[in-house]
């Protein structure tokens, strides 16, 4: 039996983006080709296409950003879209204003797409579901990081990342370093990884941060737990860390940082025993002498800039696709 999908119309078309679970390798591709032309608007004299000209994009930051919130302002400006970020700490959500009555009050200023990242699990499901149970379905959803689930545009900018760089998923060995239990960039990371043909997928990390049903995450994902670093980290074409998510973490399951850095902080001893050309990705923002050392965190084979960079048109991608459907969820 066909699972229903939300984000998708009944042509099989994103209508929303909520997480990469569920799209296809299709779906993951045509966002990353259509990503790439608009890497050469950054380029011009005129950074602007007139692709969601009109349209009005809200920013709805429930929880902090520096990256996404900045980036996909960015994206929109320069799909000449109006962008208004929301304050929430200024809105009336601080006086009570429950999430789907605060979305109620911007549609109703003829909002056309909502960017969403909140600390709950689900909540721009939620906000898509009632707009479609509302007859509003013209409004679009763009999952900007919720809880520990999802954070879609991340993960397809660290896809395009790893295609600029290394063109072809399936030769590659990936490793994940780090906090895999609390993070919503892994878990995107890993769906989108696994979907595009990745045929070695490492999850690193210790015990408490990796548990061993670790490697069932992901129905038929090819996915190796090694709580051993150095057995992770061998041989490895892109090394992914992540941050240790403390505020997601309920009582200490580390013993202290300096001994997660001695064992889990990618040094260059520890690095060098990826391959020569392996590259190193972080998602920001970035714990150094945590989880990352500096030399590498600064060092020639660290592509962690470009990320932030490339998240510009993955982000222009996902909101011309978007603007450009319509019709009700699956
Ligand atoms: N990668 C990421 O989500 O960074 P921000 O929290 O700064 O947006």
């Known amino acids: 039996m066909k699972t229903a999908n939300p984000q998708l119309n009944e042509?099989?078309?994103l209508i929303h983006l909520l997480s990469i679970e569920g799209l296809s390798r299709d779906i993951l591709h045509a966002i990353l080709d259509r990503a790439a032309p608009f890497t050469a608007v950054a380029e011009r004299e005129v950074k602007k296409v007139p692709l969601l000209r009109g349209k009005s994009v809200f920013n709805l930051f429930f929880e902090n950003s520096t990256?996404?919130?900045?980036?996909f302002e960015i994206a929109a400006k320069r799909l000449s879209a109006d962008v208004i970020n929301l304050n929430i700490n200024t809105?009336?959500?601080?006086k009570g204003e429950s999430l789907l009555d605060t979305v109620d009050?911007?549609?109703a200023m003829q909002a056309d797409m909502f960017v969403v990242r909140h600390a709950a699990s689900g909540a721009p499901y939620l906000i898509a579901q009632h707009l479609a149970a509302t007859g509003r379905?013209?409004?679009h959803v763009?999952?900007?990081g919720d809880g520990r689930h999802s954070h879609p545009t991340?993960?397809?900018?660290?896809?395009?990342t790893i295609r600029h760089y290394k063109r072809d998923f399936t030769q590659l060995t990936v490793a994940v370093v780090g906090d895999i239990l609390h993070s919503r960039v892994a878990?995107?990371?890993?769906?989108?990884?696994s979907t595009l043909g990745v045929p070695e997928i490492r999850l690193v990390g210790p015990q408490t941060l990796l548990p061993t049903y670790a490697a069932q995450m992901i129905e038929n994902a090819p996915l190796r737990v090694c709580h051993d670093i150095s057995e992770g980290l061998r041989g490895a074409d892109v090394v992914m860390t992540l941050r240790l998510q403390n505020e997601r973490m309920n009582g200490a399951l580390l013993p202290s940082t300096q001994e997660y850095f001695k064992s889990y902080g990618l040094t260059p001893e520890k690095l060098a025993l990826a391959k020569p050309d392996a590259i190193v990705m972080h998602p920001g923002p970035m714990n150094r002498g945590v989880e990352i050392d500096s030399s590498v965190a600064d060092g020639c084979q660290a592509v962690i800039l470009p990320q932030v960079t490339f998240g510009i048109a993955v982000r222009m991608a996902v909101m011309s696709m978007l603007a450009g459907t319509s019709g009700a969820g699956q």
């Not at 990256?67 to 980036?71: A, H, I």
């Open 11 to 13: 042509h099989g078309e």
């Open 67 to 71: 990256r996404t919130r900045t980036t």
């Open 91 to 94: 809105s009336s959500a601080a």
């Open 105 to 107: 009050n911007l549609a």
């Open 137 to 139: 379905n013209h409004i």
């Open 142 to 144: 763009v999952n900007a």
């Open 154 to 160: 991340q993960g397809l900018l660290d896809m395009y």
């Open 187 to 193: 878990r995107s990371q890993l769906h989108a990884l």
